[in-house]
């Protein structure tokens, strides 16, 4: 390739098996297609308890191999869900990356002519103080244009019904003890 030639554009994609991150990953398969570009899904994960944990613990240098391994599956648990056996059409790099997911995001989409896909879906107020956020992460920092995908609409039926349903459930004291649950109609 010469310096003349244009510099493929690649799709990266977050991917983390939630709604949000499927939703995100159809939508990069889509602007990959429509642009010509090949897709790249990226499944950030980091040691249980983060980096400093893991680096005050000597048990963790025997993990880091099985959750490696953990996070491949997921991300190929994610891309069958999506795409099934027909794949996404277009051409794809996965990656399994070791690092915060907003950083390992910028870090892989660092050509100007990439187009970074996050998921944008709804937090609840304590999530957002103990968790910060990946798409907020990838609009300040990274060099290329970012689409931030907003949740799909059936995510929010669904986190509307399980709402309703966790309220109606009710255990009495022998449900504990066995650890069964039994759902009674509302009084």
Same mark, same amino acid.
């Given at each position: 390739?010469?310096?003349?030639?244009?510099?493929?554009?690649?799709?990266?994609?977050?991917?983390?098996?939630?709604?949000?991150?499927?939703?995100?990953?159809?939508?990069? =398969?889509?602007?990959? %297609?429509?642009?010509?570009?090949?897709?790249?899904?990226?499944?950030?994960?980091?040691?249980?308890?983060?980096?400093?944990?893991?680096?005050?613990?000597? =048990?963790?240098?025997?993990?880091?191999?099985?959750?490696?391994?953990?996070?491949?599956?997921?991300?190929?648990?994610?891309?069958?869900?999506?795409?099934?056996?027909?794949?996404?059409?277009?051409?794809?790099?996965?990656?399994?990356?070791?690092?915060?997911?907003?950083?390992?995001?910028?870090?892989?989409?660092?050509?100007?002519?990439?187009?970074?896909?996050?998921?944008?879906?709804? %937090?609840?107020?304590?999530? %957002?103080?103990?968790?910060?956020?990946?798409?907020?992460?990838?609009?300040?920092?990274?060099?290329?244009?970012?689409?931030?995908?907003?949740?799909?609409?059936?995510?929010?039926?669904?986190?509307?019904?399980?709402? %309703?349903?966790?309220?109606?459930?009710?255990?009495?004291?022998?449900?504990?003890?066995?650890?069964?649950?039994?759902?009674?109609?509302?009084?």
């Amino acid at each position: 390739m010469s310096d003349s030639d244009p510099v493929p554009t690649r799709v990266v994609v977050g991917v983390s098996g939630s709604l949000g991150s499927l939703t995100a990953l159809c939508r990069a =398969a889509a602007e990959a %297609r429509l642009r010509g570009a090949s897709l790249w899904p990226v499944l950030a994960w980091e040691p249980p308890g983060g980096e400093l944990a893991a680096r005050r613990s000597p =048990a963790s240098a025997l993990m880091v191999g099985e959750w490696q391994r953990l996070a491949r599956e997921r991300l190929l648990a994610a891309l069958d869900d999506v795409f099934g056996d027909d794949g996404p059409r277009v051409p794809m790099t996965a990656l399994v990356v070791r690092g915060a997911p907003g950083r390992a995001l910028v870090a892989t989409a660092d050509r100007e002519s990439d187009v970074l896909v996050v998921g944008a879906g709804r %937090r609840s107020a304590l999530h %957002r103080a103990l968790a910060p956020s990946t798409s907020r992460y990838c609009l300040a920092h990274a060099t290329c244009p970012v689409l931030a995908v907003p949740p799909s609409p059936l995510q929010s039926e669904l986190a509307a019904v399980h709402r %309703r349903n966790t309220w109606r459930r009710r255990l009495d004291s022998g449900d504990v003890l066995r650890g069964t649950k039994t759902l009674r109609p509302e009084a």
